[in-house]
C-alpha cells in the first residue's frame, strides 16, 4: 500500500470534520441550537479556526499534492528507454490528458511523446476511434485507454537502457 494511499483516509476525515465543525457553527450562530456542550459556546471563535485548519489540512492531504505530484519512484538502472514515444489522443478526451500527465513523470525514462489528434487522419480514427489514448513506444502499442502507472514502471524496468539496446537479446 502506498503512502498515498494510506492518508486518503486521514485527508478524508480531516476535511470532513472540518467541514462539520464550520457548518456546525454557521447553523449555531443563525438558530442557536440548543444542547451543544458548554465549551461550545465558550470558545465559538476557536472551533471556526479549528474548523478551517482541519479542512485546509484535509484539502493538503487530499488534493495539496496532485498538482505537485512527481515520481519518486526509479528503475534500478538509469537512462532513456525507447527511441520513440507515440501518444495518439482525441479531443476532449480526459483519459487523453491524464495520460499526457503520467507520461510527463516519467520523462527522464522515455521519450517525449509525440502527439497525434486521430481525429486529423481518417484512418487513425477509424483505427483508434474507441480506445485512445493510445501509447506506442518505438512502434508498439503498449496501453489503450489508460496508462497505468504500474504496468509503465515495470515496462521502463524491462527494458535496457538504449545504449544497451544494441546488445540486448530480444
Keep these: 500500500m502506498s ?32 444542547g451543544l456542550p458548554a465549551f461550545w459556546y465558550a470558545n465559538q471563535s476557536i472551533w471556526v479556526a479549528i474548523g478551517l485548519g482541519l479542512t485546509a489540512a484535509g484539502w493538503q492531504v487530499l488534493w495539496g499534492q496532485a ?39 516519467y520523462h527522464k525514462w522515455i521519450p517525449t511523446p509525440d502527439e497525434i489528434d486521430i481525429h486529423s487522419n481518417p484512418d487513425l480514427n477509424k483505427r483508434f476511434c474507441t480506445c485512445v489514448p493510445v501509447v506506442m513506444f518505438d512502434g508498439k502499442i503498449r496501453f489503450r485507454g489508460r496508462v497505468d502507472e504500474t504496468l509503465l514502471r515495470r515496462l521502463i524496468e524491462g527494458t535496457p537502457p538504449i545504449h544497451d539496446l544494441a546488445s540486448a537479446k530480444f
Design 3 to 34: 503512502a498515498e494511499s494510506r492518508l486518503h483516509p486521514v485527508g478524508r476525515v480531516l476535511f470532513g470534520a472540518g467541514i462539520v465543525l464550520v457548518i456546525l457553527r454557521g447553523i449555531e450562530l443563525f438558530t442557536r441550537m440548543p
Design 67 to 105: 498538482g505537485a505530484q512527481t515520481t519518486q519512484w526509479h528503475p534500478s538502472v538509469p537512462g532513456k528507454r525507447f527511441r520513440t514515444t507515440t501518444l495518439y489522443v482525441g479531443e476532449g478526451c480526459h483519459l487523453c490528458d491524464e495520460a499526457v500527465k503520467v507520461l510527463a513523470e
